[in-house]
Structures are given as structure tokens and as C-alpha cells.
């Protein structure tokens, strides 16, 4: 399957400050989907974006559709206690419906 | 107001049995996946459904079958459980299309599953 590199794996940071973590891959990606997964519960959707270049926002939450297509990058500012989860990117090859994972970023915010 | 169901919410199965996982939806979306979650391995496809009685393997398929009978219900069975099998498994779904709301997945709340 398809590989996808999150990075870091884990983050413990105060409440407060800003958050990046990005996805690499091989491959060419059409589309990048980022999730964040609370203890016990599925993956939600936060952003999606469609094209290379792309920057959207979603509150405090920023992603951006890398240039070369083959990564993607989340960022999160101000953090507070409830952003701790685990953050997963997503990428579409292709036209088909099948996203790709990758292993995740756990984030902890210390209060 | 879930959307997406699944059942059980956690099971704990001899080596060897038959295990069957459900995942029902209300959403009357195409698309419906099998994903399971592994420590260091994020989340990878085990089979899905593009409609009812049309389904395909994903990467990690190998001891597992899946049926589709009815738009809203998709089927995972484990034929014959193995530890390695012990997992989370979660299902999802899609609307395929564009745009925020119909794109990407909506997960459930998976299933903890424990081959002992």
C-alpha cells in the first residue's frame, strides 16, 4: 500500500502555543484530508483540500496542499486542552474514492 | 443522530471462531469502507463497497470477507479469528463527489475486538 509519513509521531506542548505537523509521501496525491480522533471515537474530518497550493482554514486550523503534491501540512494556533488527539492525514490517489492513511500525530496539550 | 452505527462495540473471541462486525448507516451514502487501526500503522483499508453486492479488497484484506445485501448495512466476518487479528476496527462512509460535506469519510466508533 500506499505510504504516508506523518511527522512528528508525538507532541507534548503548553496550552498556547502554535502547532505544525506534516504528511510526506512517494506518491502524487489529488487530494489531502486531515482528521483528528478523540479517545474511543472514530477519525472526523477537519479540512480538505483539492488542489496544489491550496490553503484553507477551519477556525484555528490551518492546512496547506503542498507544491509538489506529495505532502501536506496542518497547523494549529493557539492551542487548547480539547486539540489533544491523534491527527491523521489522508491522501487520494487518482480519481478513485480510496484515501490512503497516515500513522498519525499524537498531539498533548498541557495545561 | 450517529449516522453510522457499529456493532458490537467490543467483543473478545476465541482463536479459531467466526467473528461477523456490522456497520449500519442512514445516510443512503455509495460508499462504504473496513478499516483497522494498529499501533504504528494508522489506519488501513480492508475492503470496501461501491454498492450493493459490489465490493473490493483493500491492502490488508487476507482473513476477511465482506457482504453488502442492503444499501445501509456492510458486513465484516473474520472466517476464522487469529490473534493478529486483534485490532479496531472501524467502518465508514461516503457520498463520493466533491465538497467538504460529501467528501472524505464520516467514521464510526469502531469496534475493539480482542483474539485471545
Known amino acids: 500500500g500506499q505510504q504516508l509519513n506523518q511527522s512528528p509521531q508525538s507532541m507534548f506542548i503548553q496550552e498556547g502555543e502554535d502547532v505544525s505537523m506534516n504528511c510526506t509521501s512517494s506518491?502524487?496525491?489529488?487530494?489531502w484530508l486531515w482528521y483528528k480522533q478523540d479517545p474511543g471515537e472514530g477519525p472526523v474530518l477537519l479540512i480538505a483540500l483539492y488542489k496544489a497550493g491550496e490553503l484553507t482554514s477551519n477556525g484555528r486550523l490551518t492546512a496547506q496542499f503542498g507544491i509538489t503534491r506529495k505532502d501536506s501540512f496542518l497547523n494549529i494556533s493557539a492551542s487548547i486542552p480539547s486539540d489533544v488527539g491523534i491527527y491523521f492525514c489522508a491522501g487520494q490517489l487518482g480519481t478513485g474514492n480510496q484515501f490512503y492513511f497516515g500513522t498519525g500525530t499524537s498531539l498533548t496539550v498541557i495545561p | 443522530d450517529a449516522g453510522i452505527t457499529q456493532s458490537p462495540r467490543h467483543k473478545v473471541t476465541e482463536t479459531g471462531t467466526p467473528v461477523t462486525l456490522r456497520c449500519h448507516q442512514t445516510?443512503?451514502?455509495?460508499?462504504m469502507y473496513w478499516y483497522r487501526q494498529d499501533p504504528g500503522h494508522g489506519l488501513r483499508l480492508i475492503h470496501y463497497s461501491y454498492g450493493v453486492k459490489d465490493t473490493d479488497k483493500g491492502e490488508v484484506s487476507d482473513g476477511y470477507s465482506v457482504s453488502r445485501s442492503k444499501t445501509e448495512d456492510f458486513l465484516l466476518t473474520l472466517e476464522s479469528a487469529t490473534s493478529s487479528q486483534t485490532s479496531v476496527y472501524f467502518c465508514?462512509?461516503?457520498?463520493?463527489?466533491?465538497?467538504?460535506?460529501?467528501?472524505?469519510?464520516?467514521f464510526g466508533s469502531g469496534t475493539r475486538l480482542t483474539v485471545v
Open positions: 465508514a462512509i461516503s457520498g463520493g463527489g466533491r465538497g467538504f460535506f460529501n467528501y472524505g469519510y464520516t
Open positions: 506518491s502524487i496525491f489529488n487530494t
Open positions: 445516510e443512503n451514502h455509495r460508499y
